[in-house]
């Protein structure tokens, strides 16, 4: 069980007054629950820039008639074999195509795939999604979704 502690501290008037009314445009119910997801958010960030693996979807549309798109993209998974572990390809209409790539890896390198794949004549859209696999504050935490309400250790 997680235990909740209490804490303040201090921050100018104005800035109270913004996050008040960041909380209130946003889906969560105090400030709180906000704050908290804004230091998880911060630790998330701070693992993709250490030695922490994340995890991250790249999601790609492109038109499969332009010549051998398909066969690069599909090169460059492979020499990122080490962290591709899932892709899904669908069709969107006659001419494009939408790839979702599931990776997990170091955040340079699943950066540097992402990237190669967007510089590809004929991709025009590549986004990508990353979390971070964070150890240490996420150890044993209870999981807020709804699906998961049990804890378990990453
Ligand atoms: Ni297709």
Redesign the pocket.
């Known amino acids: 069980m997680t235990r909740i502690v209490r804490t303040s501290f201090t921050m100018e008037k104005e800035l109270t007054e913004q996050l008040e009314s960041l909380v209130k445009k946003s889906r969560y119910t105090n400030r709180s629950e906000f704050i908290r997801d804004l230091v998880r958010d911060r630790l998330v960030q701070k693992s993709w820039e250490g030695s922490g693996d994340a995890l991250g979807t790249i999601t790609l549309v492109y038109d499969?008639e332009k010549r051998e798109l398909s066969q690069r993209i599909t090169h460059l998974q492979h020499h990122h074999v080490g962290e591709v572990l899932a892709s899904t390809?669908?069709?969107l209409d006659e001419h494009l195509?939408a790839e979702m790539i599931l990776v997990r890896g170091k955040a340079a390198s699943i950066q540097a795939l992402a990237d190669a794949l967007k510089s590809q004549k004929g991709v025009y859209q590549a986004s990508l999604s990353m979390s971070g696999i964070v150890q240490v504050s996420y150890e044993k935490t209870t999981h807020r979704h709804a699906g998961h309400p049990h804890s378990h250790t990453h």
């Open positions: 499969h390809h669908v069709h195509c």
